[in-house]
């Protein structure tokens, strides 16, 4: 009697990171750097943060630009897709401006963010609610898809009814 062999392919991580913290700069400027507590890297060079993920991006001169936060991740290398789910926040420091959502995409070629599900964006001026949202991937401008809810402007707390529907926050 022959041994069989296993011919089944392993489609795990081919490489585990732990405490991983990665710099991508440009001209010897750093211009994003990523801290993950857990990286699987795959095969087909998709990687996975399975515990989380934080990317901070800065601009030409070092000062914090944005930041994306999220509870899990999936980037798909090779449609330049990546996914994040759980509590996801999304801050542009310079707008002063910041997106919560429980799902957003980021399509790295279009250098756009987008959202499917519910959003939250407070700024200074406002809060605004909504389901679907697209934005630039710094989150500089962005439009709800779907506005709902009141809009709590900030200088008063008051609550104002607007023209939800029509309102795109750029």
Same mark, same amino acid.
């Given at each position: ?10 489609a795990?991580p ?7 913290k ?7 400027? =750093? +211009?994003? %750097? ?8 795959? !095969?087909?060079?998709?990687? /996975?943060? &399975? ?28 449609n330049?897709? =990546? +996914?994040? %789910? ?8 310079? !707008?002063?401006?910041?997106? /919560?959502? &429980? ?33 630039? %991937?710094?989150?500089?401008?962005y ?5 709902t ?8 707390d ?13």
């Open positions: 009697m022959r041994d069989e062999v296993d011919t089944t392919r392993y795990g081919i490489l585990e990171f732990y405490n991983n990665m710099y991508y700069s440009i001209d010897a400027v =750093v +211009r994003v %750097e990523m801290n993950a507590p857990l990286r699987w890297l795959y !095969e087909n060079r998709n990687q /996975e943060f &399975p515990k989380g993920i934080r990317l901070d991006a800065f601009d030409e001169f070092g000062h914090k630009k944005v930041n994306m936060v999220a509870d899990y991740s999936y980037w798909d290398e090779t330049q897709l =990546v +996914r994040m %789910e759980g509590h996801v926040i999304v801050t542009n420091y310079q !707008e002063k401006q910041t997106l /919560e959502t &429980p799902r957003l995409f980021w399509d790295r070629k279009s250098k756009e963010i987008y959202s499917d599900t519910i959003v939250r964006v407070t700024s200074e001026a406002a809060k605004l609610y909504g389901i679907g949202m697209r934005a630039k %991937e710094d989150f500089s401008r439009k709800i898809l779907e506005p809810g009141p809009i709590r402007l900030a200088e008063d008051s609550i104002g009814i607007a023209d939800t529907k029509n309102y795109h926050g750029l």
